[in-house]
């Protein structure tokens, strides 16, 4: 549990230090999700913050518009995220999920931090900042997607794996897998 409330910190907070360096008028811009702006990634991930919180009973305090202020929105819902995960009673609440028997914490750990990494890369490809994925994340989204199988392929989560080359860094490779050209 505390493995991933720190988890959780440091991906909310390179999520944070990329929300913080988009320009202003790039928020409209088109992100790699089909459909989707930068500023409709960040709203996604605000909103499925309170996914695995809303089955155990655990409401989220409502943020500032992601209209108004991405920043401020992002920093109220993970602050909010964080110290229900820094909370022993509450990271461990269990709950019935889609793939059975589960914890608030175990979600937060695998699906919201693979959300985190991957949408903080759609979020910089779509407004020009630093678009680099630390390595553990890499690893992290690609071990996911291995345990997802095809389910990962459904829609609105990621689309078909793309072709890239053999000598292919591996975060395109695993961008790649996630149907995402870097």
Known sequence: MTETAELYRRLAANLTGTVAAVPTDRWDDPSPCEGWTARDVLRHVIDVQSFPLTPV????????????????????????????LDDPA????????ALG??????IFGAFIAFDLAIHRWDI???TGVDETIPAEDLALAAALAE????RIRTPGVCGPAVEVPADADEQT??????GRRA
């Open 101 to 106: 028997r589960t914890t608030v914490a175990a």
């Open 57 to 84: 009973g655990v409401s989220l305090s409502p943020a500032p518009s992601v209209d108004d202020d991405p920043l401020a929105a992002w920093t109220a819902t993970h602050e909010e995220v964080q110290a229900v």
């Open 124 to 126: 910089a490809h779509a």
């Open 173 to 178: 490779r695993v961008l790649a897998m996630l």
């Open 90 to 97: 509450r990271a461990e609440l269990e709950y019935d999920g």
């Open 147 to 150: 345990r997802m199988g095809d």
